[in-house]
């Protein structure tokens, strides 16, 4: 969705006429990205990914169909098997797509999301599905409505979702899109440039320090979505770091090194005042168990950690098993 603001705010400056096309609900396809949409012009022109384009004619037809007055149009599309593998889909599905005027969809949507910010819509349609009322909630609102709730859960994932909620107002979509985890990698070499590459792939935002200051206004510039992988051992650079990121309460902090290491840095951060409690959450030694050998293996194992902690899911760490830390 973040890949189609410059183009929805470009249109609407033309006075184009443009759709934003999105499913509401979905049964099949595989695996997907959670944030594919597509816009769609009167003229058929389509920008954005969703099903690898399987439907974008069909989506612009829809689009076109639209009568004057109307706010959304909920269409059902499937796939079959036979031309889900000549679309390089993983396999068929079936799916109801709304479609929005952009014109019917707060400009400050778009601002928000071209910002960065970590942001939710909220559609609320009507029994005929074409009509559809959009607001916006930021991750800072208090959560009123049970949709605003959900918002604010799924803007807590760290991972963009949407979620369709039935009721006796009808059908509402809530779409969230937080900011996208921030890696601040603390210290230099071989990992630290494979663990840039493995976020990066994932559309995570990185970069590398090994001062105390420029990782101190890194994590708090980027605080709502900062993570902090610390890989230098020096003692003058990985305590003050690790102290503070855990005072301003990052998500997730993580530190390399063996465990004579990671109880050096823990008796450091008890001097300068760090709780038991908050130390409990520093996964150190860091990343998941997975038998690393080397550092690409190694950046694996960090970055899926990172994802695993901001989802909520629990895994077991480097950090939960005994033993040697490799193999």
Request: hydrophobic share 45%.
């Amino acid at each position: 969705m973040r890949d189609l603001v410059e183009t929805a705010q470009r249109w609407t400056a033309e006075g184009r006429v443009g759709f934003l096309a999105r499913p509401v609900t979905e049964q099949g396809f595989g695996p997907r990205d959670p944030a594919g949409s597509v816009l769609v012009d009167a003229g058929g022109e389509c920008v954005g990914a969703l099903y690898r384009g399987v439907f974008d004619a069909e989506l612009a037809a829809e689009a076109a169909a639209m009568a004057a007055g109307d706010t959304a149009r909920v269409c059902e599309v499937s796939v079959g098997a036979e031309d889900a593998v000549e679309a390089k889909l993983t396999c068929g599905g079936q799916a109801e797509v709304l479609l929005q005027p952009l014109s019917s969809i707060p400009a400050e949507w778009w601002e928000l999301l071209g910002q960065g910010v970590g942001v939710a819509l909220v559609t609320q349609l009507n029994e005929g599905a074409d009509q559809a009322v959009s607001v916006v909630v930021r991750g800072s609102d208090v959560p009123g409505t049970d949709a605003e709730r959900r918002a604010g859960e799924l803007l807590a994932t760290r991972r963009p979702g949407r979620d369709a909620l039935y009721g006796g107002s009808g059908l509402v979509l809530v779409e969230a899109y937080p900011s996208a985890p921030f890696v601040v990698i603390g210290g230099t070499g071989e990992l630290a440039e494979v663990i840039e590459a493995q976020a990066t792939l994932l559309g995570w935002g990185v970069a590398k320090v090994d001062t105390v200051d420029g990782a101190r206004k890194l994590l708090e510039t980027r605080r709502d979505a900062a993570c902090l992988a610390m890989l230098s051992h020096d003692p003058d650079f990985d305590v003050p770091t690790l102290r503070t990121a855990l005072a301003l309460g990052i998500p997730y902090v993580g530190a390399l090194g063996s465990r004579k290491t990671t109880a050096r840095r823990r008796e450091g951060l008890l001097a300068a005042g760090v709780s038991e409690a908050r130390l409990r959450t520093v996964h150190g030694p860091i990343g998941l168990d997975l038998g690393a050998q080397n550092p690409a293996e190694t950046a694996l194992a960090i970055c899926a950690e990172i994802l695993a902690v901001l989802g909520g899911r629990e895994v077991r760490g480097v950090r939960d098993v005994d033993g040697p830390l490799k193999g």
